[in-house]
């Protein structure tokens, strides 16, 4: 047995040898061993990551009693001054009942938009599927970052096509008795309300929110007017009213225009363009997009540091205006010829890169757009016509050399 393994050991190492001189052979008989990559068309976008603080316009509600609180009004609905946005119960049962009722009315709601006899037909079905999947893709997203405010929109416009397709597949047109056993239930459990309540309404218009961080009175307008990267040190180590977030019952915001600030520096402010529009992502919002412009750079002479104020009146759906957001700022996009770092050299004082043509190598000129982590974008040497072909230029599809030894204009690979 003994014999048998040395032998099979033996027999082993031969193969080794053997395939190594093979390559070996290979490698004398083809020349340099270079690696290659074709230059292909890329679009990417320049993004900066910071710490962001939400400034707006905000009025408080104080909550005039205690006991339990029934909210009316939803997060981010427009409301008139006066409207009725906030109901507390002396008696627990009786809120308990409000939200029986509320969960009713959103029902009344939800079925009165799933009705298919207003313009749906059987042929919709394959759409109404994408958009459930569309849907639970979404809801994966906010259930990822924690963005309740959104995952309960999403379910809700689940609940409108689920019952879109149970009603085509089913062929009926609208659920007109579910609507009024609905109504009915309303109208028993209203009358079961016995208790004494407090009613708190809007007092003025805006967009409802049920509850309040305690920054209300610190995060203002009025502050940003006066901002300085000193007091904004001094304004995000704020600790939060909590007179406010416990006596409340909910807040307006009195206007559609809110603001981010954030932190740079001198460095990095070549970035930015005062009046420029920039997207702005929200990662813990399931990455919303918004449009925001850069309206005011605050300065300071005595320091480096450099405030970035941006504005807008956009308010998306399932966005979670928390006081401090991590977002990304887009601050351009570049479109050319991606291709490896490394694969850039310096001849003659020209950056270029090495590429193959045919079998022989040639230098062609770069220009770097942008740096996309390990790979650079490099212009097209034509942009209105990105499949031109460049003779001194890095053209599309073009071969280029990665990495290799011995390498140099003119050489012939076998």
């Known amino acids: 047995m003994v014999k048998n393994a040395v032998k099979q050991i033996a027999m082993a190492l031969l193969s080794l040898a053997i395939i190594f001189y093979i390559v070996l052979q290979l490698m004398l008989s083809v020349g340099s061993t270079v690696e290659v990559e074709n230059a292909v068309y890329h679009e990417a976008n320049a993004v900066v990551e910071v710490e962001a603080y939400l400034f707006r316009d905000e009025i408080v509600l104080s909550a005039d009693s205690a006991g339990t609180k029934c909210y009316l009004a939803d997060d981010g609905e427009k409301v008139t001054a006066d409207t009725e946005v906030c109901v507390t119960y002396t008696e627990a049962d009786d809120a308990t009942v409000q939200e029986q009722i509320k969960a009713l009315r959103t029902r009344i709601e939800i079925l009165e938009q799933s009705g298919v006899d207003n313009g749906y037909s059987i042929s919709d079905h394959k759409i109404i599927e994408g958009n459930i999947s569309d849907l639970l893709l979404d809801f994966g997203k906010d259930l990822a970052y924690g963005s309740y405010e959104g995952m309960g929109k999403v379910i809700t416009d689940l609940l409108i096509q689920e019952n879109r397709r149970y009603a085509l597949t089913q062929t009926v047109s609208n659920y007109g008795m579910q609507i009024n056993a609905c109504k009915t239930e309303i109208a028993y459990l209203e009358s079961t309300l016995t208790g004494e309540k407090t009613v708190t309404k809007a007092g003025t218009a805006g967009y409802y929110y049920s509850s309040a961080d305690g920054y209300e009175d610190i995060f203002t307008t009025d502050a940003l007017s006066l901002l300085t990267p000193d007091s904004f040190e001094s304004l995000i180590s704020s600790s939060p009213d909590v007179g406010l977030m416990n006596g409340s019952a909910g807040k307006i915001v009195t206007s559609p225009y809110w603001y981010l600030v954030c932190k740079t520096t001198r460095q990095e402010l070549g970035s930015y363009s005062s009046g420029a529009d920039y997207r702005i992502v929200f990662p813990y919002s399931s990455d919303v997009e918004c449009g925001m412009t850069l309206t005011k750079?605050?300065?300071?002479?005595?320091?480096?540091?450099?405030?970035?104020?941006?504005?807008?009146?956009?308010?998306?759906?399932?966005?979670?205006?928390?006081?401090?957001?991590?977002?990304?700022?887009?601050?351009?996009?570049?479109?050319?010829?991606?291709?490896?770092?490394?694969?850039?050299?310096?001849?003659?004082?020209i950056r270029g890169v090495y590429v193959l043509d045919g079998n022989e190598v040639v230098f062609k000129k770069v220009r770097i757009l942008y740096e996309d982590g390990g790979s650079y974008i490099c212009a097209l040497p034509d942009d209105s016509d990105k499949c031109h072909i460049s003779q001194s230029e890095l053209s599309l599809y073009d071969l280029v050399i990665v990495s290799g030894t011995d390498i140099y204009v003119g050489k012939v690979l076998k």
């Open 297 to 349: 750079v605050i300065t300071q002479t005595d320091s480096d540091d450099i405030l970035l104020v941006f504005k807008t009146k956009t308010m998306p759906e399932g966005m979670t205006y928390s006081r401090k957001q991590t977002v990304d700022i887009i601050t351009g996009n570049y479109a050319g010829l991606k291709i490896t770092a490394s694969a850039v050299r310096v001849l003659d004082g």
